[in-house]
């Protein structure tokens, strides 16, 4: 990624900063003398009521090469939410990041985080924000409990007497106990992202933003981290990741927002998203010419037949019904099916496809999407 202009010279690279990309936790400035509320319970309960988490009004970013990264965005973060931010590459994911992480300056709108306005209050908020942005920068010949040892003796607000527990604790939440000895250069890349989650994990964090959490990861520490993910949603933690894989986003996410060329498409909760694209009506019947007929009768447009196989768009007017197996398709399914047995069409299979996330983006953007990666 070519991010490294001179506009990222706000970055505010930790003192930790290591040979990686990367930077964990980036706080500006020194750290505000620990309060009680940091060595409490951790984060609030998990749920939407209340503030958001993150809230920008109208966030924008043009670099100096003139591209306009992020156009005006509105961005609502409940609190307690898993929030994939999900777009193609370049669509902006990782600006909007770096500025609510104090990272690089917007050019106009506003933002809080934690309820407080950024960048100005970056010295309160980031301490309650762990941030993975890009890999971890970890150390190859250090262990992994030694590189989380360095990262804490980092923070002036740590105390040294307990650092021991709060590496163990770090490690042991994220799976690494037995690995923890062995030299980071040893980890598999999973096994590194997880390390670089500890890290963010050895204070107690209210959000954890994470920039494509399981890029370049195998499909087993792609499941590793959304466990991960979902255990700290679980433990009240909001948790805010972009991702361009699609099949992530359904899985792991309460809430997503779309973003495809700086612009937010649309945001709100993934069963919410998912619903307003309905599923296709998919019959299978040796009778399609007979099928035909009473499926238009019926209300199904843009019927498509490939041999015995019938799709169709159901009516977006349907009334509610028992039949659709599907709490997304309000349309008494059965009835219909009742209709072509009685105009003796003979149905092999009835149902509707199910309609994916990937659907809901493309029928946004009119885009399709790169999932490779
Ligand atoms: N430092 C920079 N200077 C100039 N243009 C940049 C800079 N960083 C990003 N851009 C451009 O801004 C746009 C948005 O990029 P951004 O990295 O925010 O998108 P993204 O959605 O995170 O994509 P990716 O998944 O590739 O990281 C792209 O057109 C990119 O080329």
């Known amino acids: 990624m070519e991010k490294s202009s001179a506009e990222d010279t706000a970055a505010a690279a930790?003192?930790?900063?290591?040979?990686?990309?990367?930077?964990t936790v980036p706080a500006p400035g020194p750290h505000p003398a620990p309060g009680p509320d940091r060595t409490g319970p951790r984060g609030a309960a998990a749920g939407t009521a209340g503030p958001a988490t993150i809230e920008t009004r109208g966030l924008s970013k043009r670099y100096r090469s003139g591209q306009l990264a992020v156009d005006a965005l509105d961005l609502t973060v409940p609190r307690g939410s898993v929030f994939g931010f999900l777009g193609p590459n370049g669509s902006g994911k990782t600006t909007t990041i770096r500025m609510l992480m104090g990272l690089i300056?917007?050019?106009a709108g506003k933002m809080r985080v934690l309820g407080e306005p950024m960048p100005r209050a970056a010295r309160t908020v980031l301490p309650r924000v762990g941030a993975l942005i890009e890999g971890?920068?970890?150390?190859?010949?250090?262990?992994?409990?030694?590189?989380?040892v360095r990262y804490d003796?980092?923070?002036p607000t740590a105390d040294p007497r307990t650092r021991s527990a709060r590496v163990a604790a770090a490690l042991d939440r994220v799976g690494l106990t037995s690995a923890a000895g062995k030299k980071a250069r040893a980890y598999s890349l999973g096994m590194k992202q997880r390390l670089g989650l500890a890290a963010a994990l050895l204070q107690p964090r209210e959000l954890l933003v994470l920039d494509e959490p399981t890029n370049g990861l195998d499909p087993q520490g792609m499941r590793e981290i959304r466990t991960l993910v979902r255990e700290l949603a679980d433990d009240g933690i909001t948790v805010f990741l972009s991702s361009h894989l699609l099949d992530e986003i359904e899985q792991v996410c309460t809430h997503a927002a779309v973003m495809s060329q700086g612009r937010l498409i649309t945001q709100g909760a993934v069963t919410e998203l998912m619903a307003a694209s309905r599923g296709r009506l998919a019959v299978t019947t040796p009778d399609p010419a007979e099928a035909?007929?009473?499926?238009?009768?019926?209300?199904?447009?843009d019927i498509v037949v490939r041999d015995e196989r019938i799709t169709g768009e159901l009516p977006a007017d349907a009334g509610a019904g028992a039949g659709g197996g599907r709490?997304?398709?309000?349309?008494?399914?059965?009835?219909?099916?009742a209709a072509l047995v009685r105009a003796g069409v003979r149905v092999r299979a009835f149902g509707t496809e199910r309609a994916s996330l990937e659907d809901v983006f493309v029928a946004l953007t009119g885009e399709g999407f790169d999932v490779a990666g």
Request: proline content about 12%; hydrophobic content about 30%.
């Open 14 to 23: 930790p003192a930790t900063d290591g040979p990686g990309t990367a930077s």
């Open 105 to 107: 300056e917007p050019t």
């Open 136 to 148: 971890p920068a970890l150390y190859g010949f250090l262990s992994g409990r030694d590189n989380l």
């Open 153 to 155: 003796s980092a923070d």
């Open 292 to 301: 035909v007929p009473v499926l238009k009768e019926h209300g199904v447009t």
């Open 327 to 337: 709490g997304d398709t309000p349309y008494d399914l059965a009835d219909l099916n």
